[in-house]
């Protein structure tokens, strides 16, 4: 009787356990934050490089610093071209660029770009020096008029954020990657 018992109570809780909905992470580059609305938009970092706009945590506590909004999206070396988020199609769109110069393994707190404020477009010599974080590269690159007028966060890369949710359209927690130092994580 006691063994019955005991299978009942595991089985049971078993079940409950079983029940229960675990929620679901994700993390993207943002590319439009709207606090006032409290409305990210973001291109997630794996799966289709489709925009997702999710809400703010509705607890304040539970988001990070206020992630940092850019447009540069990918740059494809190989084929000469930047991939940018067009908010007013809410698309992504391809724009050429020809590389001028390049510079790798470039830090943060490098002399030449510590106090700059990045992107950089000249519009009388048609150029932009761009600087990529997440691969540590800055480039010095020739663009087409038209490309030249975009704003300037057309060419400045958005923080990465990661954010817990159950409902696709509202993140339950959000922290800002771009701005966590994880080795001072619990101090």
Request: hydrophobic letters at 40%; proline letters at 8%; a positive charge.
């Amino acid at each position: 009787m006691k063994g019955l018992r005991l299978a009942v109570v595991i089985l049971a809780l078993g079940a409950a356990a079983g029940c229960r909905r675990f929620g679901t992470v994700n993390q993207g580059w943002v590319v439009e934050y709207l606090a006032a609305e409290g409305k990210i938009t973001l291109i997630p970092d794996s799966g289709p490089a489709t925009p997702v706009t999710i809400l703010v945590p509705e607890n304040p506590a539970e988001m990070g610093p206020p992630p940092a909004a850019g447009r540069l999206v990918g740059v494809d070396m190989r084929e000469r071209q930047f991939t940018v988020f067009d908010p007013g199609s809410r698309s992504l769109k391809k724009v050429p660029f020809t590389l001028l110069s390049q510079a790798d393994s470039v830090r943060r707190d490098d002399p030449r770009i510590t106090g700059r404020r990045l992107p950089v477009i000249d519009q009388e010599r048609g150029t932009a020096i761009i600087y990529v974080p997440h691969e540590r590269r800055l480039l010095t690159v020739r663009l087409a008029g038209e490309s030249l007028v975009l704003p300037a966060e057309t060419w400045r890369v958005g923080e990465l954020i990661r954010y817990y949710y159950k409902d696709p359209q509202r993140a339950l927690r959000l922290m800002n990657v771009s701005r966590t130092d994880i080795n001072k994580a619990g101090e």
